[in-house]
C-alpha cells in the first residue's frame, strides 16, 4: 500500500469519526460527544480557534462562525489523523523490513 492511500484512508477516517462527534453533540447534546471531541483534542482546538479568529475579528460576530469553527476542527483533526498515518506507515515498513522473513528460491 502506497504511503498517500494510508494518508487518505486516515483523514477520512478520522473526518467522519470527528464529524460523527460533532452531528451527535448538535442534535442530542451528549456531554460524552462534547468531551469526546474538545477535551481529547487540544491541538484542534486551539489551530480552529486561532483560525476562526483571525477570520472573524473579535467584536464581528457573523452568523456562521460557530459552523465555521467547526469546520477547521475536523480538517485539523483530519490532518493529524494524516500524519498519524504517515507515521504508522513509516513503522509498519520499518518493522515489516526487520522482522519478515524473505523467500530466497
Request: hydrophobic letters at 55%; one cysteine or more.
Amino acid at each position: 500500500m502506497k504511503p498517500r492511500r494510508v494518508a487518505a484512508y486516515f483523514f477520512v477516517a478520522g473526518a467522519l469519526f470527528k464529524i460523527l462527534l460533532i452531528v451527535l453533540w448538535r442534535l442530542y447534546q451528549p456531554y460524552e460527544a462534547y468531551r469526546l471531541a474538545i477535551t481529547y483534542d487540544p491541538v484542534g482546538i486551539f489551530t480552529a480557534d486561532q483560525i476562526t479568529s483571525i477570520v472573524f475579528p473579535i467584536g464581528i460576530a457573523p452568523y456562521g462562525k460557530d459552523a465555521f469553527f467547526e469546520i477547521v476542527f475536523v480538517i485539523v483533526f483530519g490532518l493529524e489523523c494524516v500524519i498519524i498515518g504517515l507515521i504508522f506507515f513509516k513503522l509498519w515498513g520499518l518493522i515489516k523490513s526487520r522482522y519478515c522473513v524473505k523467500n530466497k528460491d
